[in-house]
């Protein structure tokens, strides 16, 4: 692989001298002045403020630069002509790429150093984050910059026009998370109709956006960086970072083998269109099928099936640019419908591919809170209460709080209708500070009877908490609360 030409480098600075000022200026007033505007307004989490508009700056720009710099690819002159130019193909992909980071990486990371250096003298109100967070987030930056110039370039160069280029960009920005969200949507209600309780059952399905989506996971990323001093998972970062490398050495594999007659064709490769429009109606039917069966009539889920069936018409007939007819197109939808029904079926068959539990696993060892809500006061420990919490952090009162949890569910007082005047919501949370894991669990009792059984049951639980002599391994608070 050759090294970039440095003659050419100098020359698309020259050319785009222009477009690199209108950066910087954009970049100025998004990050840094942005910034001092909201320090002088909202003097709170300046940190976060900066790092946010620093990451949505980046992101649009490295999103847009590649689309701009490779847009001779889409048309047959320009490329003939670019491909004429006595630079190897080699040169002229790893040149126009590095140059694309030149402008796009550098203004960020500028703007980001401005920012913190103009809040840092307004009364000294920026640096409540550690100088190794700073780095740990500028880094951050950086590295889902690369991931979004990676992915933009390998999709430009596999599209044929102008249209299908920016298209397609956009929709496997937007696809992923509809992916996502249908399959979280499907997962939640599958969960709530075989479980005892509320919560986010589906706490697995919700892991599944670190590796769809590369913009929510680089603005995650970098919020929790900024707000905690730590990284919450490297596993993410290095995930997408392999996808980087991987769509770079892709994209030039496919520039070397461009060639001009490919431009101004319509876009033939199955990992774009076709691809995207199997994710995007799969993704409407998984959602709208478990909304349909749980909330609406069959009425409206023929409807809805019936529009989603015409939204993949169109998306069919806008990727082949003509309008026909054949047994296929029917038949991948119906597929796409049996393959919703089916995945419905095994998640529920499968008690969530064996992840759905009311309780955690044995080995953990986090955060444990038990909180229970009354819609009116009750009389506990002779206080008129409508709250109380226990918390506890390790040792045997945690244990006890989920031997506490498994005697509720067994004795049937949890009801799933809990439209009522009078009742007690009971949650659980459990979460490990480290990697910002949470699960959470609600069930609500209806009967003024069964009410009073659980006050007995908790007060109970308290007695054996206060009895346990052994202080240092665990810890509980007791609160109340009047109306």
């Not at 689309?67 to 790893?94: A, D, G, H, M, V």
């Not at 160069?157 to 960009?169: G, K, L, P, R």
């Not at 209460?385 to 006890?400: E, K």
Request: one cysteine or more; glycine letters at 4%.
């Amino acid at each position: 692989m050759k090294m970039m030409n440095i003659n050419y480098f100098q020359y698309l600075i020259k050319q785009h001298k222009r477009l690199l000022i209108f950066i910087n200026v954009i970049g100025i007033i998004m990050i840094p002045f942005f910034t001092l505007m909201y320090a002088f307004n909202t003097p709170h989490d300046l940190n976060v403020f900066s790092s946010i508009m620093a990451m949505i700056f980046g992101f649009i720009i490295s999103f847009l630069a590649p689309i701009y710099l490779f847009s001779f690819l889409q048309k047959k002159k320009s490329t003939n002509l670019y491909f004429s130019l006595p630079i190897k193909k080699e040169s002229l992909f790893i040149t126009t790429s590095l140059f694309s980071l030149f402008a796009t990486i550098i203004p960020v990371v500028i703007d980001f150093t401005i920012a913190i250096v103009l809040t840092n003298n307004i009364g000294n109100r920026f640096f409540d984050t550690s100088f190794g967070s700073l780095i740990l987030t500028v880094f951050q930056i950086i590295i889902y910059m690369l991931v979004t110039q990676g992915l933009t370039t390998c999709i430009t160069i596999f599209c044929q026009n102008t249209f299908d280029s920016f298209v397609v960009n956009v929709a496997y920005v937007l696809a992923p998370c509809l992916l996502f969200l249908g399959l979280l949507i499907n997962a939640s209600i599958c969960a709530e109709s075989i479980m005892i309780g509320q919560g986010n059952y589906a706490s697995i399905i919700e892991n599944l956006i670190y590796y769809l989506s590369f913009p929510y996971t680089g603005f995650y990323q970098v919020f929790y960086t900024i707000q905690n001093n730590d990284i919450i998972s490297l596993i993410p970062t290095l995930y997408w970072f392999i996808i980087m490398v991987i769509s770079y050495v892709l994209s030039y594999r496919l520039f070397i083998k461009r060639r001009a007659e490919m431009s101004e064709n319509h876009t033939q490769s199955l990992f774009m269109y076709p691809l995207l429009i199997v994710i995007v109606t799969f993704s409407l039917i998984l959602t709208v099928f478990n909304l349909s069966n749980n909330d609406f009539s069959d009425t409206f889920l023929i409807m809805t099936l019936a529009f989603i069936f015409v939204v993949y018409l169109i998306m069919y007939y806008v990727s082949v640019r003509k309008v026909y007819f054949n047994w296929k197109i029917p038949a991948v939808f119906i597929l796409l419908l049996a393959g919703s029904l089916g995945f419905t079926q095994i998640y529920q068959s499968t008690q969530g591919f064996g992840t759905l539990s009311e309780y955690p696993s044995e080995e953990y060892d986090g955060k444990l809170i038990l909180v229970t809500n009354f819609s009116k006061n009750v009389k506990f420990e002779n206080s008129e209460i409508n709250y109380m919490t226990l918390d506890s952090r390790n040792g045997n009162t945690r244990q006890l709080i989920i031997q506490f949890q498994k005697e509720i569910l067994k004795s049937g007082m949890i009801s799933k209708d809990f439209y009522s005047d009078e009742y007690a919501c009971i949650s659980l949370f459990y979460s490990k500070e480290k990697n910002n894991d949470s699960v959470n669990r609600h069930y609500y009792i209806v009967d003024q009877e069964n009410i009073n059984k659980y006050l007995k049951m908790y007060e109970n639980l308290l007695k054996t908490i206060k009895s346990n002599k052994d202080y240092t391994c665990h810890h509980y608070e007791y609160q109340q609360g009047n109306e």
